[in-house]
């Protein structure tokens, strides 16, 4: 499974930026697929995930009301909408795809990461 990732950029803060990955391979065995970030000298954290089927999505709570994940099955991607941007919200951001049951908040749940792209958020 290889992931790209894509849209990162910097933005004002309230601006917007959609973020997409694009999953090629053998996925369906997956369990879906999330966001996770890395602000500079932070451990990475989880953002958002959604079920394969996309009839689940869970969010971390500073980013709820702020970001929406979705995806298209067809294309395999999975996209990660955000506005109202925040400083705070500068990191590099790494799709994942889950391969484990457990919560889709820990990182040892996904196997496969993409190699991330840079969102920066100017004040």
Same mark, same amino acid.
């Not at 959609?18 to 932070?42: D, E, H, I, V």
């Given at each position: 499974v290889?992931?790209?990732?894509?849209?990162?950029?910097?933005?004002?803060?309230?601006?917007?930026?959609?973020?997409?990955?694009?999953?090629?391979?053998?996925?369906l065995?997956?369990?879906?697929?999330?966001?996770?970030?890395?602000?500079?000298? $932070?451990?990475r954290?989880?953002?958002?995930?959604?079920?394969?089927?996309?009839?689940?999505t869970?969010?971390?709570? +500073?980013? $709820?009301?702020?970001?929406?994940? +979705?995806?298209?099955?067809?294309?395999?991607?999975?996209?990660?909408?955000?506005?109202?941007?925040?400083?705070?919200?500068?990191?590099?951001?790494?799709?994942?795809? $889950?391969?484990?049951s457990? +919560?889709?908040?820990?990182?040892?749940?996904? $196997?496969?990461?993409?190699?991330?792209?840079?969102?920066t958020v +100017?004040?």
């Amino acid at each position: 499974v290889q992931l790209q990732a894509y849209g990162g950029g910097l933005v004002r803060t309230g601006g917007s930026l959609r973020l997409s990955c694009a999953a090629s391979g053998r996925t369906l065995s997956s369990y879906g697929m999330g966001w996770f970030r890395q602000a500079p000298g $932070k451990e990475r954290e989880f953002v958002a995930a959604i079920s394969w089927s996309g009839s689940t999505t869970t969010y971390t709570d +500073s980013v $709820k009301g702020r970001f929406t994940i +979705s995806r298209d099955i067809a294309r395999n991607t999975i996209y990660l909408q955000m506005i109202s941007l925040k400083p705070e919200d500068t990191a590099v951001y790494y799709c994942a795809v $889950k391969t484990h049951s457990g +919560s889709v908040r820990w990182q040892s749940e996904y $196997k496969y990461w993409g190699q991330g792209t840079q969102v920066t958020v +100017s004040s």
